[in-house]
């Protein structure tokens, strides 16, 4: 069984820890309010401890690519949009000095909408190609 991680509001961090200061024991914390075991030991532990009443937000991993190497990214793409993902990260590595994979380079590229796609290829129509499919179309009407 898969549960999913939530964080506590803050009314019912403030619960646990009014309960703690007075005096109940983190057993009958967990009785009363009915949350996990851990869950309640880190909330005390984390007011008694570090002085927290609402935990901090969670970190996450800096982004590699930053708002303005992005604009320059899809500045680099529109540029030349037959250019593929190797030489396009390339221009952009020694351009910018960012150290990026091909990869992040192509998930950043997903986010913002720009996607690799083979043209259509057309066949060429030229003036007498294009008289003798007229006439064809006006033969073959009925």
């Known amino acids: 069984m898969i549960t999913e991680k939530k964080e506590l509001s803050v009314f019912e961090r403030g619960k646990i820890i009014g309960a703690w200061k007075c005096k109940k024991k983190e057993r009958e914390i967990v ?3 009915d949350h996990p075991k851990s869950t309640v030991h880190n909330v005390i532990y984390a007011y008694r401890n570090l002085g927290f009443e609402t935990m901090p937000p969670w970190s996450s991993r800096p982004q ?6 992005g604009r320059y990214l899809e500045k ?4 030349n949009r037959r250019t593929n ?5 390339d221009n952009f590595v020694t351009s910018t000095s960012t ?3 091909t990869r992040t380079v192509k998930h950043y590229l997903h986010d913002q909408d720009f996607y690799g796609r083979v043209r259509v290829k057309k066949p060429l ?3 007498p190609n294009r008289k003798k499919r007229l006439l064809w179309a006006q033969e073959h009407e009925n």
Not at 85 to 89: Q, S
């Open 76 to 79: 680099l793409l529109k540029e």
């Open 125 to 127: 129509v030229t003036e």
């Open 64 to 69: 590699t690519i930053i708002e303005r190497d």
């Open 99 to 101: 150290n990026v994979n």
């Open 85 to 89: 993902i190797y030489e396009l990260t």
């Open 31 to 33: 009785d009363i309010l």
